[in-house]
């Protein structure tokens, strides 16, 4: 079965970073576009970034561009977020997802909080 199991949350001070990482098994991995998603509250769930499967088509949500980076690690099932100059409205529960055919699979989330 599906498993992803994200890891890497915490509490950063703005302007400070975090690395998210996923790592994924039960599925061809390689075979699938990953993605980063994240949920602040009160707030519908929203796409952050996604990287195609061999890495040559990205997508970063507008209010992340040129902070976040996406990567992915084919060989070791794993796919990351690299989160710089971290900001208050960064803070959120991040849930890594793949969606085979029409089904969503979700890890449990790891909470990043920034705040001073």
């Known amino acids: 079965q599906v498993q992803l199991v994200e890891s890497g949350g915490g509490l950063v001070q703005p302007g400070g970073s975090l690395r998210l990482s996923c790592a994924a098994s039960g599925f061809t991995f390689r075979s699938y576009t990953m993605r980063w998603y994240r949920q602040a509250p009160g707030k519908e769930r929203e796409l952050v970034a996604y990287?195609?499967?061999?890495?040559?088509?990205?997508y970063y949500t507008d209010s992340v561009k040129g902070r976040f980076t996406i990567s992915r690690d084919n060989a070791k099932n794993t796919v990351s977020l690299q989160m710089n100059s971290l900001k208050p409205e960064d803070t959120a529960v991040y849930y890594c997802?793949?969606?085979?055919?029409?089904?969503?699979?979700w890890g449990q989330g790891t909470q990043v909080t920034v705040s001073s």
């Open positions: 997802n793949v969606r085979k055919t029409t089904v969503d699979y």
């Open positions: 990287m195609s499967p061999t890495g040559g088509n990205t």
